[in-house]
């Protein structure tokens, strides 16, 4: 088990539904960040959050819409995706600030499958 | 600009010592980590370094070379289970980001 936890785990839409991931974590820490991974691939950057603030924007395509309701959670809006879209949504949090050397903490991933 | 470079693959031996490196050229420098990652799950911490020099931690070891832009892991008697990638990743200046470079499949034989 890990300290962050993302839900569903796996998840099947089509290109027209609108569906949400979210991720949770109860270790402080005030940076929190969602990433994408393809098979065989690192993970890929998409959205920073620090201090619920948005500071980092990977150049995403507005189908995906990031929200920090609180310190503790982060969710990801998805809408009206591609097939390409289709991969490992990982949620990663961390300690932060010039200095901190504390590692991410990663979520188990959502798997998202687009029909 | 930021750029990672690892081996794509590595074959070793069970009970063996395996060495991954890890070279960087990134904007800024706040650190090097190394993630392990079994396929279909999350990445795993395992290690990390800030200055120059070992860090051991039981089977496993990393080093740092700041001015050679130079990481390695270290993989001391292998398990099976170790068959992974290993992904080092670098912190940049502003503590934000972590910049993954490409991972190196390891695979542990008998």
């Known amino acids: 088990d890990t300290e962050v936890t993302q839900t569903p785990k796996h998840l099947v839409m089509g290109m027209t539904n609108k569906k949400s991931l979210k991720c949770e974590q109860h270790?402080?820490?005030?940076?929190m960040y969602w990433y994408k991974q393809k098979a065989k691939k690192p993970p890929e950057l998409m959205f920073v959050?620090?201090?619920?603030?948005?500071?980092i924007n990977e150049s995403v395509p507005s189908r995906f819409s990031p929200e920090c309701p609180n310190s503790s959670l982060l969710n990801l809006h998805l809408h009206a995706l591609q097939p390409e879209d289709s991969a490992l949504y990982l949620c990663?949090?961390?300690?932060?600030?010039?200095?901190?050397?504390?590692?991410?903490?990663f979520g188990d991933g959502t798997r998202l499958s687009i029909l | 600009g930021q750029n990672i470079d690892q081996p794509t693959e590595m074959t070793a031996t069970e009970g063996a010592i395996v060495q991954i490196n890890c070279t960087y050229q990134?904007?800024?420098?706040?650190?090097l980590f190394w993630y392990q990652q079994h396929a279909g799950e999350a990445p795993t911490f395992l290690s990390y370094?800030?200055?120059?020099g070992l860090e051991e931690k039981g089977r496993f070891s990393s080093f740092l070379s700041r001015s050679k832009g130079y990481s390695y892991l270290l993989l001391k008697e292998l398990q099976m289970k170790d068959s992974a990638s290993y992904l080092c990743?670098?912190?940049?200046?502003?503590?934000?980001?972590?910049?993954f470079g490409p991972g190196t499949r390891l695979s542990v034989l008998p």
């Open positions: 990743a670098v912190r940049d200046n502003y503590g934000q980001n972590f910049v």
């Open positions: 990663a949090s961390s300690q932060t600030g010039v200095g901190i050397n504390q590692p991410q903490h």
């Open positions: 959050y620090s201090y619920e603030k948005l500071s």
């Open positions: 990134t904007s800024g420098f706040n650190g």
């Open positions: 370094n800030v200055l120059d």
């Open positions: 270790m402080g820490h005030r940076a």
